[in-house]
């Protein structure tokens, strides 16, 4: 499984756009890019998935350059309610089954 | 639809004694998972299911725990005797486990272990 990297922590004021870089220089061909969202007290939430350029839904939306060593979540005018880890996960259906492993993640704090 | 059940919601319990999750997945998904979480971390798998057949269970510390899924839909998760270095979150999931892009996994509340 390919090994992501991610910044530790971030700030932001609220109303500002927020992006979160996620390092995966051995992403492998059929792995697909993964971002759950998890707040203190429940399990992590699915945001947004993508393979490969740019994926948008209604919460945030994601980039991927051409190369997919790496990739960015975009969080558009973020909220206080916004404040959570942010998780980061490359993989892909591996001898028939789904396998995900999460990393560190990225710990957000929105600043009124 | 309802989501991933997880009970009980909090547990303590002393070290050496035994404790038990239940999970119940959301209806129709073929594939479930026990996280570990410990506070400050990220989840860990500890055990996946394909139906009621164990796939990955590589970081699961067999000597205290155990996992289970008979039917293919409902699964626990037992330790015994547990350890002061237990105390986490226990998060189970699901997902269709079919072979195709975009395999979303859902998480329950998770189920609060503390050992004292």
């Known amino acids: 499984l390919a090994k992501t990297t991610q910044p530790i922590s971030m700030d932001s004021y609220e109303g500002q756009e927020v992006n979160i870089t996620c390092s995966h220089n051995?992403?492998?061909?059929?792995?697909?890019i993964t971002w759950y969202q998890q707040f203190p007290s429940q399990g992590p939430r699915f945001i947004i998935q993508g393979y490969k350029t740019k994926v948008t839904n209604e919460v945030a939306s994601l980039f991927i350059p051409a190369d997919r060593k790496s990739s960015t979540l975009s969080l558009p005018r973020v909220s206080l309610s916004d404040t959570a880890v942010y998780y980061c996960?490359?993989?892909?259906?591996?001898?028939?089954?789904?396998?995900?492993?999460f990393g560190t993640g990225t710990k957000l704090q929105v600043i009124p | 639809e309802a989501g991933v059940a997880q009970s009980p919601r909090y547990k303590i319990i002393e070290k050496r004694q035994s404790v038990a999750f239940w999970c119940n997945p959301i209806?129709?998904?073929?594939?479930l998972y026990w996280y570990q979480q410990i506070l400050g971390q990220g989840p860990k798998l500890l055990i996946q299911f394909q139906n009621n057949g164990v796939v990955d269970d590589s970081q699961l510390p067999k000597d205290r725990f155990s996992a289970e899924r008979l039917k293919g839909v409902d699964s626990t998760l037992k330790i015994q005797p547990a350890k002061l270095e237990d105390s986490a979150v226990y998060l189970c999931?699901?997902?269709?486990?079919?072979?195709?892009?975009?395999?979303?996994?859902?998480f329950g509340e998770g189920s609060w272990l503390t050992v004292v």
């Open positions: 209806s129709g998904h073929a594939t």
């Open positions: 051995n992403i492998a061909t059929n792995d697909y």
């Open positions: 996960l490359v993989g892909a259906p591996s001898g028939g089954y789904q396998k995900v492993t």
């Open positions: 999931a699901s997902s269709l486990g079919r072979i195709i892009s975009g395999n979303t996994i859902y």
